[in-house]
Each structure stands twice: as structure tokens, then as C-alpha cells.
């Protein structure tokens, strides 16, 4: 099956410090990837979608400036939180779409996520 | 706009014991349906899918039957096992390919 990573898996920062996640499809390309924040015992809330070489597009209520987007390659997406402080303390998520058309080209693939914890 | 109802938990239930989760959807056209599984302290996993109306996707167990004359689509799985015990995400994707998803639902199993 299709496999998604993510690294780092989890993060202790300092206030004020930024943090970069990276988003992985290992053996498939990925023409879009998103990403998710998941509050505990919450669900996941889509923050963005990033289509591989254009910018990212964030959903409402997400600061573009705080959480930066990079999609450089079909197997890389990055996710930069800037200037980090404790209320982003977070599990982040990305999944990843395939490069196939079709409807069997709607599923996405989730990496392991990342815990992020701002001090 | 496009949603996914799921029953709420927590629920807890006994091994081998009957887990049903409930799980309805709001679309426009006809959207891709979805049930996802997160254990503790991990992602989430696809457990299962169905594309069309009246498809079963099924996997370790647990079956899901697409039903678009009650835009449901119930999990079920007959005789559960304490290795089962996680969060499960109803969810959809309608043709914009956003992922909608529920609000997750907690089941214990006790040994």
C-alpha cells in the first residue's frame, strides 16, 4: 500500500522558536498533500492544501504566515510553524493524494503524524 | 456544505461483544465514503471504503455497507477484540476531494 511519513514524530521547542515537519509519500507521487491539526479527543481540522510547485491554500480561520507551506517535489510537502507558542501545541497530519485519475484517486493516505509541544 | 454525522462516544463494550458505529453524511452528487481508525498516540489508518451506493467495503472484521437511500454508512464488526479499542473517524469525499470527517468515536474494550 501507499505509505506516508513523517519526521520528525515528535517535538519539544522553546516559545518563540520554529519548527519545520516534513511530509514524505514514499513510494507513490503525490500531486496534493494536506495537512490537519488534531486537538485531543477532538477530530482532525484541515488546515491546508498544498499542491505540489503553487502555493498552498489555507482554509479559514488558518494564518498563512504562521503556518508555512511548501510543496517542492511530488514526494515532499513541508510544514513550517513560525514563531511557535504553547496554543500550537498540537498533533499535526498530513496525508497525501495519489497521481491517478479516477475516483480510486480520491483517497488519501495519512502519515503517522507528528506531536509538537511548545514550551 | 458537505458533512459526516457520527455517533458520539465514549463506548465501551466487552470482548466478543457486538460493536455497531453510526454514521450518517450530508453530499451533494455522490461522495466517497470512508471509515478511519486511530490507536492511541498514532495517525490514522484506513480501515475500509466504498465508492458507490450499495458497496461493502470490508477488513479485519468490520464491514460498512454504502447506503444512499439513508445517506448512512454503519460500522460494524461482530465480535470485537480488546486490540480494537481505538478512535474511529467516519468520513467522505465529495468531488472537491476535501476529506470531511467526523467528530470520532472512542471505543474500550474491556478483556
Known amino acids: 500500500g501507499a505509505v506516508v511519513s513523517q519526521h520528525p514524530s515528535r517535538v519539544i521547542c522553546k516559545s518563540g522558536t520554529s519548527v519545520k515537519i516534513e511530509c514524505r509519500s514514499l513510494?507513490?507521487?503525490?500531486?496534493?498533500m494536506f495537512w490537519y491539526r488534531q486537538f485531543p479527543k477532538k477530530s482532525l481540522m484541515l488546515m491546508a492544501t498544498?499542491?505540489?510547485?503553487?502555493?498552498?491554500?489555507?482554509e479559514q480561520g488558518v494564518e498563512k504566515d504562521k503556518f508555512l507551506i511548501n510543496h517542492a517535489s511530488l514526494t515532499l510537502s513541508t510544514l513550517t510553524v513560525t514563531s511557535a507558542h504553547p496554543e500550537d501545541s498540537s498533533f499535526y497530519i498530513c496525508?497525501?493524494?495519489?497521481?491517478?485519475?479516477?475516483?480510486?484517486?480520491?483517497?488519501?493516505?495519512f502519515g503517522p503524524g507528528t506531536r509538537l509541544t511548545v514550551l | 456544505g458537505d458533512s459526516v454525522t457520527q455517533m458520539e462516544g465514549p463506548v465501551t463494550l466487552s470482548e466478543e461483544a457486538f460493536l455497531t458505529i453510526n454514521c450518517t453524511y450530508t453530499?451533494?452528487?455522490?461522495?466517497?465514503l470512508f471509515w478511519y481508525v486511530q490507536y492511541p498516540g498514532e495517525g490514522l489508518q484506513l480501515l475500509l471504503k466504498?465508492?458507490?451506493?450499495?458497496d461493502k467495503g470490508s477488513n479485519k472484521g468490520f464491514e460498512a455497507t454504502y447506503r444512499k437511500e439513508t445517506t448512512s454508512f454503519h460500522l460494524e464488526k461482530g465480535s470485537v477484540q480488546v486490540s480494537d479499542s481505538a478512535v474511529y473517524f467516519c468520513?467522505?469525499?465529495?468531488?472537491?476531494?476535501?476529506?470531511?470527517f467526523g467528530a470520532g468515536t472512542t471505543v474500550t474494550v474491556r478483556a
Open positions: 496525508s497525501a493524494r495519489a497521481l491517478t485519475s479516477g475516483r480510486a484517486g480520491n483517497e488519501q493516505f
Open positions: 513510494d507513490f507521487q503525490a500531486t496534493t
Open positions: 498544498s499542491n505540489e510547485g503553487s502555493k498552498a491554500t489555507y
Open positions: 453530499a451533494t452528487g455522490y461522495p466517497s
Open positions: 466504498a465508492t458507490k451506493a450499495d
Open positions: 468520513a467522505l469525499i465529495p468531488n472537491d476531494y476535501k476529506l470531511s
